[in-house]
């Protein structure tokens, strides 16, 4: 069937992501929001239909990872936005951009209380709670105009998701508006800090003994930077988990995304100079209240509310990190670093990623030699998506070791479960020459495991790992910490391999190293949906695989 062309704001709606460069986006269609749709064929945008609105979401946070672009997921009102909400509640605590376009009730029908179709008290304020910023477009012209608002948010400060409700009247209105109108806009550069202040950091970097850079989420986007920065003045990298892989943890410099053990956070605490570039320290990523750092402090960010937050800063530079990592390279003395400090800089790092080694192994003993089994199986320049479950903060996110930035999506603050699955098919989507797999538990699984159909509706190799505990492993410890007989958290487990086959997919146990490498490898070469069953207490790290 043909679709009919209709220039109604919705279409110009489209037409102005697509002129960004959105080609993909992710959602549910229904009777509300039918002319977000309309467009889609014609703009040669792909839409990903999702099984839930959290899954479009999460689905759309891993597709902008690897494009650099905000992820679009679309809803119908009422309840599909607010199941949408979790997600974007993760792009506002990682701050990560993402645009969530909903129709809304009609003008002049807000608050009417009639039993109207998918009607709701207050939607926009629901979602308004959450996000950046939430708009409600009463014309054409005021859609587009938020539209363009929100990539200027994405280009020049912090990116946070934003939502955007078009009454469902002015959504299906035509309109006379011109393709100039929807036209993508040239932003304005984020300031430059200010002179005086990189040339304090750049004395104080050239002068340290014991430099380290610490870098979080807003160093993504200046990579070259930091590693010609690190290399200049011989300075270890430790990042957050956001920035893994911000510098090639092969490289010899880099500490890895370590701040949750003490080993890691010593390192930076103990530096003489550390540079902390677009972090804010939070607790989620340090596991402390506070870093607590021994030394002269700078601080890189594009707010100027961020300098001081939860770390004193003495030097504060507020600018993009890649202007501002550029701006201090210049104003350093020539010359490179001597081959004696290298050596002393390199071998802290082995120092620390050892200490490290060993902290996790104390902590977790079966998660970090896990860990260590599935990291040796999987492929190079994997994407390795995950959920807030055991496998991963205790043992997979310390032990692999990744070579580019957002190689690992996750939410180390939100913390939710449910995202792992529908954040790797999004990454294969934006990125399909790299493998992608899922390393997450039964109990974050089940959170999504409907979108297995969706893995297999859009054609895409995604391949599950999923590490059986029996349950909520860690809030069964935290029961019996509180002195509570374990309730709720011990779970009934289907059989994965036999729900794998019925969604299509194919489904393997392993249950030795050799066995997960050899099911690794068969997933990879055959393509589709792939799921490897563990069952962590049992796995027997002493066999090799049959041949």
Not at 17 to 37: Q, S
Not at 60 to 66: E, P, R
Not at 72 to 86: E, H, K, Q, R
Not at 441 to 459: P, R, W, Y
Request: hydrophobic share 45%; charged share 20%.
């Amino acid at each position: 069937m043909h679709t009919t062309p209709k220039r109604t704001t919705g279409w110009v709606v489209m037409e102005t992501l697509r002129g960004y460069g959105i080609d993909t986006v992710f959602g549910i269609p229904g009777t509300h929001n039918l002319e977000l749709y309309r467009p889609l064929g014609a703009l040669g945008i792909r839409p990903v239909t999702t099984r839930h609105e959290q899954g479009a979401g999460y689905g759309a946070d891993g597709w902008s990872l690897q494009t650099g672009l905000p992820g679009v997921v679309i809803t119908t009102s009422g309840p599909g936005l607010l199941n949408a909400l979790s997600a974007a509640g993760t792009a506002y605590c990682e701050s990560r951009p993402m645009i969530l376009i909903s129709p809304g009730p009609a003008r002049g029908a807000e608050f009417a209380d009639i039993g109207t179709l998918h009607e709701t008290k207050d939607q926009l304020g629901a979602a308004s709670a959450i996000v950046e910023w939430g708009r409600r477009a009463h014309s054409a012209e005021e859609a587009v105009a938020a539209i363009h608002d929100a990539f200027e948010l994405f280009a020049t400060t912090r990116p946070r998701p934003v939502y955007l409700e078009i009454p469902l009247d002015v959504l299906e209105a035509e309109t006379a508006m011109p393709a100039t109108a929807t036209a993508p806009r040239k932003h304005a550069a984020t300031a430059a800090p200010e002179a005086e202040s990189v040339t304090s950091a750049a004395a104080l970097l050239a002068g340290a003994a014991q430099p380290v850079i610490l870098a979080g989420g807003g160093s993504r986007g200046a990579t070259e930077q930091l590693r010609a920065l690190a290399e200049r003045i011989a300075a270890p990298v430790v990042t957050t988990l956001n920035a893994k892989g911000a510098l090639d943890e092969q490289h010899p410099l880099a500490v890895g995304s370590n701040l949750r053990l003490a080993a890691g956070r010593r390192i930076a605490q103990e530096a003489d100079v550390l540079l902390i570039v677009g972090s804010k320290l939070g607790e989620a990523e340090l596991w402390v209240p506070r870093l607590e750092a021994e030394g002269t402090v700078i601080r890189v960010d594009l707010l100027s509310s961020q300098i001081d937050k939860n770390q004193t800063a003495q030097v504060g530079l507020v600018g993009d990190a890649a202007a501002t990592l550029d701006a201090i390279l210049r104003a350093l003395p020539e010359g490179e670093a001597g081959a004696d400090r290298t050596e002393r800089a390199t071998a802290r790092v082995r120092e620390s990623i050892a200490a490290a080694r060993a902290e996790s192994a104390e902590l977790s003993a079966e998660n970090t030699a896990l860990a260590e089994c599935i990291t040796a199986a999987l492929p190079q320049h994997a994407i390795v998506a995950t959920d807030s479950s055991q496998i991963a903060y205790w043992g997979l996110l310390n032990a692999l070791r990744v070579s580019e930035p957002n190689s690992t999506p996750y939410m180390a603050t939100y913390a939710t479960l449910g995202y792992g699955l529908p954040a790797a098919l999004g990454s294969r989507i934006a990125a399909p020459h790299r493998p992608a797999f899922v390393v997450t538990g039964d109990g974050a699984l089940m959170f999504s495991m409907n979108e297995f159909i969706t893995v297999i509706e859009q054609g895409e190799d995604v391949t599950v790992v999923v590490v059986d505990n029996g349950g909520y492993a860690e809030i069964k410890q935290n029961e019996v910490d509180a002195g509570i007989a374990p309730v709720g958290v011990d779970l009934a487990q289907p059989d994965w391999v036999a729900v794998a086959a019925a969604f299509g997919g194919r489904g393997r146990r392993a249950a030795t190293p050799g066995e997960l490498a050899d099911a690794a490898a068969a997933a990879v070469r055959e393509g589709g949906l792939q799921l490897i069953h563990i069952e962590q207490h049992s796995f027997n790290f002493s066999e090799e695989a049959t041949a």
